[in-house]
């Protein structure tokens, strides 16, 4: 797998799946949640929707998947990332699951590239740095047939500072 990592607008990326740090309840919230729900429009709510009342939501670690709507993409992988708890709460193994349910969910629908938001380091708090180095071992470490491209979309200079140093 190639990994690249860009700063930029993950709801703009032409990819065939983008990640969305999304919420266990998955209608949408703050951040990159709110951002890609209303870029990708109500298809996206529908379809979580209707997740929800299959499933119940998505649990924190685990990942679901629906259109992408109006955005570029052709698929929205959510994920629930850990809120940060002083690093007491298996956090670090919450976050890595996020990066491994995405990645085989996109697999199993066929999808050859997907990129990643800095899942949990917002209103979450996971320190940044931290996030970082999970996020690029935990997919560096990923052996897939079927995946080709990786994508880190920083939203700030931060977070792009710390993926370009830890590459």
């Known amino acids: 797998m190639k990994i690249k990592i860009i700063k930029g607008d993950i709801t703009q990326v032409e990819i065939e799946a983008i990640v969305n740090a999304a919420n266990t309840s998955l209608l949408g919230g703050g951040g990159v949640d709110g951002a890609i729900h209303k870029a990708g429009g109500k298809a996206i709510l529908e379809e979580c929707i209707a997740i929800r009342n299959r499933q119940g939501g998505c649990n924190v670690g685990e990942a679901v998947i629906t259109t992408a709507g109006n955005m570029k993409a052709n698929k929205v992988i959510h994920t629930v990332g850990p809120r940060w708890n002083g690093g007491n709460s298996n956090e670090a ?16 629908n066929g999808l050859k590239s997907i990129a990643f938001p800095n899942i949990s380091t917002g209103i979450y708090g996971y320190p940044k740095e931290q996030a970082a180095r999970i996020a690029l071992k935990t997919v560096e ?12 979309v920083c939203f700030d200079e931060e977070n792009y500072l710390l993926y370009q140093a830890y590459q």
């Open 93 to 108: 193994e919450k976050l890595k699951n996020c990066y491994i349910n995405s990645l085989q969910l996109a697999e199993q």
């Open 141 to 152: 470490e990923y052996q897939s047939e079927i995946i080709e491209e990786v994508l880190f």
